[in-house]
């Protein structure tokens, strides 16, 4: 690092948002890739070149779309085991590496094998980011800002979401096998992204803390805070850091103890790691990934739209998700972290009971079947008002500090671990 002029110059509020933005990419790319096989799963040369047509390939289908979270839990556990010797970057880097390879064996797949072997690839390298993003941002930014921010960067994984829906519908109309390999393909912009921003953005200055890299740590708080190296609140931000490192090393709590119940000192230890790993499985079991890789087919056979105006409401949806989820931003504050998850978890409720009952007797009334899209919409709304970003952040805050690395871990692999039983269950 040039010790003169590190990271181009850039210092305080213009290098936090160049963190920022790899961390967005991350995100978004996530999204991307959660709304991009919802497009590919109704597109008949897909289906065609994969042998996946007719109703006896469902179950086949079914598993082709949910192997990609298999691969991302293995990637969760793979940063939980390699991300601490390798660092913020580098894992980063490492997961973008295996999205690169998991992207170019799905966009040139002419067999059901090799597309099994692109998402579990490029499964396992969104699980090693979605991993270490977010932990990455918390660790080089501002106190004020760090809930903020999380909350936003999951808005924004809506906005990948948001546009791959509105590509796969602009492609629906050229047909062919452009119509899938191209919005799978398109990942590729993203992941560029991320390779020009990350390498020369700087490391976790709690990391470099960790591993005795003292001198890299002060520069790095000194960039962010925009201060001289020796000024007092420089000073303070290290000592806190290196307080709490050496806090989580004398009160750390194995895996045998936490089993075993021992050394919770009277905090609950077990029951807050479950809390927040239970609020993982919940965001998954309300049947969001359902709706994120399903809902085209699910206008299609359950409501009666066709292909077209199917996928065009999707990405409508998906629109309005995204602007939902970003107002999250200004509640999260002032609503909490259980108020927003009681009022978005209702919403939901009140969504699927009505789509159930209108549904019910759509065959028989059409008229029914169209007026539960609206409730389509409102499930997603309240679905990103409280559900979507909340259960990312609660398990770094209601841990103690020696546990919060194992509970996000653990939360995390939660919920890559609950999400292919979501989607296997369906179409």
Known sequence: MNASKPFFGLTGAWLSFWITVACSLDMMLFGYDQGVFSGVVVTQDFLEVHDLVGPTKTTTLSTVTAIYDVGCFLGAILAFTLGERLGRKKSILLGTTLMT????????????????????????????????????????????????????????????????????????????????????????????????????????????????????????????????????????????????IQYERDNAVSWGDLLRRNKSDGTKTLRRLLLGAGTQAIQQFQGINIMSYYLPLVLINSVGLSNTKARLLTACNATSYFVFSCITVTMVERFGRRGLMLLSGFGQFLSFLIITILLRFAAENPVLGTASVAFFFLYHVAFGAGMLGVPWLYPTEINSLPMRT??????????WYVSPEDEGSVP
């Open 101 to 244: 390879i998991g992207t170019v064996l799905q966009a040139s797949s002419y067999s059901l094998p090799q597309m099994f072997v692109g998402r579990i690839v490029l499964g396992m390298g969104n699980g090693v980011n979605t991993a270490t993003a977010p932990v990455w941002q918390t660790e080089t930014a501002q106190v004020k800002w760090r809930g903020k921010l999380v909350i936003l960067e999951l808005g924004l994984n809506v906005g990948g979401y948001c546009v791959v829906n509105w590509v796969n519908y602009g492609l629906s109309f050229h047909g062919g096998s452009l119509a899938w390999r191209l919005p799978i393909a398109l990942q590729l912009f993203f992941i560029a992204g991320l390779f020009s921003t990350v390498p020369w953005l700087p490391e976790s200055p709690r990391w470099l803390l960790a591993h005795d890299r003292d001198e890299e740590a002060i520069q790095i708080l000194s960039c962010i805070e925009a201060k001289p190296v020796h000024d007092p609140y420089i000073e303070t931000q290290h000592d806190e850091i290196r307080f709490s």
């Open 406 to 415: 194992k509970g996000a871990a653990v939360a995390t692999a939660t919920n």
